[in-house]
């Protein structure tokens, strides 16, 4: 996450990786210090606690290889003992910064490794300045897990250099001189620590400014009678079409739709004129007979104000508002309901997710697709390059699994 985003915004990922208490304890600091291993997301909550609280971000990274050292390939594991050198140099300067923000009355978080003693030059230097009841230090214990997963989809060179750094800092930690710091040894001094380490939107969440919904399966939980409703009068057709028996039409129809990931598509493979056909099945549809006000989903999109939601269907536009409204949820809510019988394309081609973010004029990366269905939902938006979420089951190749569409409001920190 390297670029600030609104107050709202970093407090709702802040409110989800620490408690909603600790969240306004961190408030009311002056000085804060991150500590804990490369890779464990120091930065993104130090950038998190400025757009929030507007503290100064003071960055040891930044010093060393931007400033003192600009150039200066520090993730070598050859060049370590070096680098340990400089970092000496980096802390001393880092001190006389942060002296310099607090004595003109700045608040200021402090974004460095601070596991090795050095780092109590710095918590001295603060304590110097301030109550000892107003500096925090935050201590991030990111399972290897989880880090790893951070560097998944960087370049081979650059995780091998993050590898590098991190597994010099374990073994250093290892030999004794560097360790985390203990509310023992600073009785007076605030500890926070996150009540999650695996969020899973711990920073791409920051960047996203809409979710786009599909509404089968997704907004609401498919029932039997509802799927037969729909499916039998589509296998039939589907059976007419290539002179099947009902038996041998309904296993044909399955094994189409299983390669096509769309009814549309697999009654347009024997030639109907499908689009019409469903439109014209589901006119004659009661859905409110099937479906349920949801009163705990509207809640959910209601919870996500600060984001514009809108919705992608693979159906037609009468269709998918009539289930909407099934559902109780207010159109108002969504900016655009856009159906893909109305774009060149349908789901699950990754155009159709392509064609629906220009419509509304923003970037994939800040996109999040909600979806049920790994083949339709999930694979096509992520080849698309949107953030994917899969509801109510688990998929390898979404950026997140819930178990529950309600649990979306708790990927941005809110409780429902």
């Known amino acids: 996450m390297k670029n600030h985003v609104s107050q709202e915004i970093a407090l709702s990922v802040l409110k989800a990786i620490f408690s909603a208490r600790d969240v306004i304890r961190l408030s009311k600091m002056r000085g804060i210090i991150m500590c804990g291993y490369p890779g464990c997301g120091k930065s993104t909550i130090a950038r998190l606690l400025g757009d929030a609280f507007k503290f100064e971000r003071l960055s040891t990274d930044q010093i060393r290889m931007n400033e003192l050292f600009k150039g200066q390939e520090h993730r070598k594991a050859s060049e370590h003992e070096k680098v340990m050198i400089s970092r000496y140099m980096v802390y001393e ?25 050095k780092r109590w030059s710095i918590l001295g230097g603060i304590l110097t300045k301030v109550s000892q009841n107003r500096v925090a230090i935050v201590v991030l214990k990111t399972p290897e897990w989880i880090i790893k997963k951070r560097f998944m989809n960087v370049s081979k060179e650059r995780h091998n250099q993050w590898w590098s750094v991190y597994s010099y800092w374990k073994k250093y930690a290892k030999e004794g001189r560097a360790k985390f710091p ?92 499908a689009k019409q056909f469903i439109k014209d099945l589901a006119a004659e549809i009661e859905f409110h007979k099937f479906l349920r006000n949801d009163k705990k989903m509207i809640k959910t999109i209601k919870s996500l104000k600060h984001l514009k939601h809108f919705v992608l269907s693979n159906a037609g536009r009468k269709e998918t508002i009539k289930k909407l409204r099934a559902i109780g949820i207010p159109l108002k809510l969504f900016e655009d309901i856009m159906v893909t019988y109305e774009f060149p394309y349908m789901k699950p081609d990754p155009r159709s997710f392509s064609t629906a973010v220009r419509k509304m004029k923003l970037k994939p990366s800040q996109v999040l697709t909600i979806g049920d269905r790994e083949k339709t939902d999930i694979i096509p938006a992520e080849k698309a390059d949107l953030r994917t979420c899969m509801v109510w089951g688990k998929c390898q190749y979404a950026d997140v699994s819930l178990k529950t569409v309600y649990e979306v409001a708790e990927l941005f920190g809110k409780e429902i």
């Open 93 to 117: 300067e880092l001190s006389k910064r942060v002296n310099k923000k607090l004595n003109g009355n700045h608040r200021v978080v402090v974004d460095g490794t601070n596991l090795e003693p």
């Open 182 to 273: 203990t509310q023992k040894e600073l009785p007076k001094v605030k500890i926070f620590k996150p009540k999650r380490y695996a969020i899973k939107t711990f920073e791409w969440v920051a960047d996203i400014k809409a979710i786009l919904w599909d509404v089968d399966g997704t907004l609401y939980k498919d029932t039997r009678e509802l799927r037969e409703t729909f499916d039998k009068p589509c296998i039939k057709a589907f059976g007419k079409a290539k002179k099947l028996s009902d038996k041998k039409a309904e296993k044909e129809f399955w094994k189409t739709y299983g390669k096509l990931s769309s009814k549309t598509k697999t009654l347009e493979s024997v030639g109907i004129e």
